[in-house]
């Protein structure tokens, strides 16, 4: 199955090929490198006109940008009623991954559907980056507490959320270690009906210690298991990893949850300027909980 995202305006993905995805944020258009394209691009997507910038990978590792126009230090797009504040940053990240609003769609469903019999949602969003998820469930009136490690993330999902009408105070900032929160919120007591979770491929602990997501991902799962509500309402797991297709972690939440609920596996992805061609994305594993 594949999740496609949409109801975009102001983000697009113009062309592929080549390793690289030509792309436009509002009024900027950058190209970046992306592994899974393997197929060849049309034309020379470097010759695009009114290209602003492109990510140039280093021999040695990482990255950096190459500017051929002027690209504000920051800029807004936005999706349905959110508005997100750009950047361009190390890692050839933008601030915004747009294939989640896939995801967005069926959790503002699922709340506001709740809303309608008066039920009111908690919403825990770990390793939440610059909010997407935090601020479109916050949008439908959830009570959202976003996690991150760094503090800089959560400053931007804040932000993020007045930019698309919400409050300063609308959300739960916590700049922390995702593990660790959720094992003082099981030694707490608290519970929560919605739990989202984008993991990264790897990690490092406070130590210098690394793990890798596919070693550590059903543990952590099982864990965070624990802080479901008696009347769950969904469970989201986010994979960029490559080789963790939607089935492995279909498999993981629905071992983990011992078979409750209902679990959706499908590969997020974005459409392309070229007929029948979609842009692999990520995968997700979504349990509603009937």
């Known amino acids: 199955m594949i999740g496609l995202a949409g109801d975009w305006k102001d983000y697009e993905v113009i062309e592929t090929g080549d390793g690289m995805k030509l792309e436009r944020f509002g009024s900027v258009t950058l190209l970046r490198p992306d592994p899974q394209i393997i197929w060849g691009a049309p034309f020379d997507l470097e010759k695009y006109p009114g290209l602003n910038a492109v990510y140039r ?23 349905r009623d959110l508005k997100f504040s750009l950047k361009l940053m190390g890692f050839k990240h ?32 770990l390793f939440a980056y610059t909010g997407g998820a935090s601020v479109a469930c916050a949008k439908e009136g959830a009570e959202v507490t976003h996690v991150d490690a760094a503090k800089a993330m959560c400053e931007r999902a804040g932000k993020n959320a007045v930019l698309s ?33 984008d993991p990264p491929s790897y990690g490092r602990g406070p130590k210098g210690e690394i793990w890798k997501l596919e070693d550590t991902v059903f543990d952590f799962v099982k864990r965070t298991v624990m802080l479901l509500s008696d009347n769950p309402l969904f469970f989201l797991i986010n994979s960029y990893t490559t080789g963790l297709q939607p089935t492995v972690m279909k498999n993981v939440i629905d071992i983990a949850l011992n078979g409750i609920g209902s679990t959706e596996a499908y590969e997020l992805a974005l459409p392309t300027g070229r007929k029948n061609v979609v842009l692999p994305s990520g995968a997700s594993a979504f349990t509603h909980f009937e």
């Open 165 to 197: 009408g919400l409050g300063p105070k609308a959300m739960r900032y916590i700049v922390d270690d995702c593990m660790k929160f959720v094992e003082r919120e099981i030694r707490r007591g608290n519970r929560y009906d919605a739990v989202i979770m």
């Open 94 to 125: 933008t601030g915004i991954f747009p294939e989640q609003a896939y995801n967005w769609s069926k959790m503002r469903e699922l709340i506001a559907a709740a809303a309608t019999s008066g039920r009111a949602v908690k919403v825990l969003n």
């Open 57 to 79: 990978r280093s021999k040695s590792g990482g990255g950096s940008w190459e500017y051929l126009k002027r690209v504000p230090e920051e800029f807004n797009i936005g999706w």
